[in-house]
């Protein structure tokens, strides 16, 4: 098979491209999902929560938070493990949850979690018994019954049952039906999922892969691992090589040689485009971070700062705050890490101003 080689410049154009970011908006959310393939929830607010601010990102003004909650509802769209996806595709990780914790031979970090539903089963059974009577319900609702204690060495240890939930929407017994404020609301998966039959587990991985591939354009074939949501595409699409760049990648060949139009974006700092930090580097040669854990005084860019998406570069980050109180998008400073054009410079201040009449808030800028 024929090794694309591609410029720097035509692979961040196919990533752009991919992630419905160049200067052709999607027709609508629902299309927008099937084609991203999710929407991760996140329920950081700084400017907005991350499922929307990555809608207007790509539909702009025309998009409205109703929309969301109302596809959610009609369960045209799902939310599997802090992800909303399209409701046809849970089909995709039916044979999975099938087959938890795992296929052949476990790690012993999978029998460690299969051993430890087990000793719970009791709890387990409560909640279903709970759920199927009264739900949705928030998870303060089930009392904690487990008999072994989760352990662990972060912010779950000793949070047994909404630790057990989590294992249970792996195991496909339950899921979230919606929220109340933050709060999600549980019930029986097979009231919330659509009854479409699992995808044998082989060809879903395939159709996984293709489907992230086509979301994102170009990636690794294998990459770090990361929780919920791969960022590699195992052998999808064709190989290519980027100039300048080590190593080879897997390219949608459906991106190769179409015409390019760029726009300005701005981008919530969890959207897809910059997830992956080292690609983000390598082929956009744009640092970040999200920097709202770390003191303030260390921080470089702001607490919540938007990556700035100019046609296929990203230039600079917005430190921004929604100060809901007072009615105003507060812009402390815009960083640019290249020098603007006057022609880019107007296009990111239209799209800031943009920002602040779809959150219904006055523009407060700097000085």
């Known amino acids: 098979m024929t090794v694309h080689e591609l410029s720097r410049t035509d692979a961040r154009r196919i990533a752009v491209r991919a992630q419905l970011l160049d200067g052709r908006r999607p027709a609508g959310l629902v299309d927008m999902v099937r084609h991203l393939t999710l929407l991760q929830v996140d329920p950081t607010a700084a400017v907005a929560p991350n499922a929307d601010l990555v809608a207007w990102s790509r539909l702009g003004s025309s998009y409205s938070p ?74 303060r609702e089930f009392p904690d019954t487990c008999k072994v204690p989760w352990k662990s060495t972060g912010w779950t240890n000793d949070r047994n049952v909404t630790q057990l939930l989590e294992f249970m929407v792996l195991r496909g017994e339950v899921a979230v039906a919606g929220r109340r404020g933050r709060d999600r609301l549980w019930d029986l998966a097979a009231r919330v999922y659509p009854d479409s039959p699992a995808v044998p587990a082989e060809e879903a991985l395939r159709l996984r892969n293709e489907r992230r591939l086509r979301a994102l354009g170009i990636a690794r074939a ?105 009615g105003a998008l507060r812009v402390q400073t815009i960083h640019q890490d290249v020098p603007f054009s006057r022609t880019a410079n107007g296009a990111i201040g239209r799209e800031i101003k943009d920002l602040a009449r779809w959150l219904g808030l006055e523009l407060a800028l700097p000085g």
């Open 66 to 139: 109703a929309e969301l909650t109302a596809a959610l509802e009609n369960r045209t769209l799902v939310e599997l493990r802090a992800m909303i996806r399209p409701g046809e595709d849970l089909a995709l990780y039916r044979a999975a949850m099938a087959e938890w914790p795992g296929r052949g031979e476990l790690t012993s970090w999978q029998e460690q979690r299969r051993d430890w539903v087990r000793a719970n089963d009791s709890c387990r059974l409560d909640i279903l018994d709970r759920l199927g009577s009264s739900g949705p319900l928030p998870s």
């Open 222 to 326: 294998r990459g770090t691992e990361y929780p919920v949501e791969p960022a590699d595409v195992g052998e999808a699409g064709e190989p290519a090589v980027v100039e300048g760049v080590k190593g080879t990648w897997r390219v949608d060949p459906s991106q190769l040689g179409l015409p390019f139009t760029g726009r300005a974006a701005l981008l919530s700092p969890f959207d897809r485009l910059i997830h992956e930090r080292r690609r983000t580097v390598e082929l956009f040669e744009f640092e970040y971070q999200l920097e709202m854990y770390k003191p303030s005084a260390k921080r470089r860019w702001g607490y919540f700062a938007l990556p700035i998406l100019y046609g296929d570069r990203l230039v600079g980050k917005v430190d921004a705050t929604a100060d809901r109180k007072a």
